[in-house]
T-cell receptor
Framework: DAGVIQSPRHEVTEMGQEVTLRCKPI?????LFWYRQTMMRGLELLIY????????DSGMPEDRFSAKMPNASFSTLKIQPSEPRDSAVYFC????????FGPGTRLTVL | RKEVEQDPGPFNVPEGATVAFNCTYS??????FFWYRQDCRKEPKLLMS???SGNEDGRFTAQLNRASQYISLLIRDSKLSDSATYLC????????????FGGGTRLMVKP
């Protein structure tokens, strides 16, 4: 099994640029989650999809963040415009019961 | 008050020691509880679920005290490979899969 696939694994960008993070969940999983992890705030849930429909986006920090899940095998998290405080590791996870995490995208905004 | 609280550590212990981590959660209606393990610069991975009656998996024992809203993880005969951050995790919405993570407790096992 390939597991949850995320790309890119590392992203370095300049403040003001648009950033798009990608996730391919495990086939057959019906839920998908985007998390952000920082030293200060730990692991935070940003948004959660069930059967491709956003269920809870209360963790999305502000309007600069948006997430989509156009089909069962793909999701994106977009930050536009990016700011230095967005620097973090962004994890995607999928589940059909137990949650499995992808390897994460390490984002640095200069 | 954080929804899930843990002592961040680090806990520095010698190989073979027994070490215990504790966690408290704020939502008394929570139904599902877990311990995840996260290695440095890696993703979190499920270590074990925590059941009301307590459960054991090899050298690992998890306990739940609903009255005190308290979860524990005991590691016996610790190994160098146990060095990691241990995340206490609670499903607070009971409707499915939304997990709330504690800040993690860092364990360092020394030779």
């Amino acid at each position: 099994d390939a597991g949850v696939i995320q790309s890119p694994r590392h992203e370095v960008t300049e403040m003001g640029q648009e950033v798009t993070l990608r996730c391919k969940p495990i086939s057959g999983h019906n839920s998908l989650f985007w998390y952000r992890q920082t030293m200060m705030r730990g692991l935070e849930l940003l948004i959660y999809f069930n059967n491709n429909v956003p269920i809870d986006d209360s963790g999305m920090p502000e309007d600069r963040f948006s997430a989509k899940m156009p089909n069962a095998s793909f999701s994106t998290l977009k930050i536009q415009p990016s700011e230095p405080r967005d620097s973090a590791v962004y994890f995607c996870a999928s589940s059909f019961g137990r949650q499995f995490f992808g390897p994460g995208t390490r984002l640095t905004v200069l | 008050r954080k929804e899930v609280e843990q002592d961040p550590g680090p806990f520095n212990v010698p190989e073979g020691a027994t070490v215990a981590f504790n966690c408290t959660y704020s939502n008394s209606a929570s139904q599902s509880f877990f311990w995840y393990r996260q290695d440095c610069r890696k993703e979190p991975k499920l270590l074990m679920s925590v059941y009301s009656s307590g459960n054991e998996d090899g050298r690992f024992t998890a306990q739940l005290n609903r009255a005190s809203q308290y979860i524990s993880l005991l590691i016996r005969d610790s190994k160098l490979s146990d060095s990691a951050t241990y995340l206490c995790v609670v499903n607070m919405n009971n409707a499915g899969n939304m997990l709330t993570f504690g800040g993690g407790t860092r364990l360092m096992v020394k030779p």
